[in-house]
């Protein structure tokens, strides 16, 4: 008897044992997955995408050096066109000569033309800010 009481006792303190080292375990993972998710919330917030138009406005005015930039320097250095106006020219001419489709024509219409200029005021060439 005493021989039985004595390996149930160290049966029960073997499972003791082995359910503090899962638990351990599970809670080590569960934190590593906590931190990992925060980085990653971190990162994915650290930095923001800009919108399409955004990077298409910019690349006409300041990127491209062919003929859509020249397109885009035509309309605006004539005075009678806003950066709005501006910035579609070079990106017809640009659909034009590269096939894309139009999509980035449609990204600056579905910006506007509000937002496209109070996003260009600072961002255009010297020559083109004379404009309204």
Known sequence: MRKLLWFATAVVFLLVGVAMVVGQSLRAKNMDQQKWAHSLSLTS???PQ???WQIH?????NVDDGSSHKVYLATCDNGSHDQY????ACLHDAAKNNGDGGAAVRAIQGAG??????YMADKSPVSCK???
């Open 57 to 61: 406005s910019n690349w006409c005015a």
């Open 113 to 118: 033309r509000p937002a496209v200029n109070a």
């Open 50 to 52: 800009q919108p399409d």
């Open 45 to 47: 917030n650290a930095v």
């Open 130 to 132: 004379k404009q309204r």
């Open 85 to 88: 106006d501006s910035v579609l």
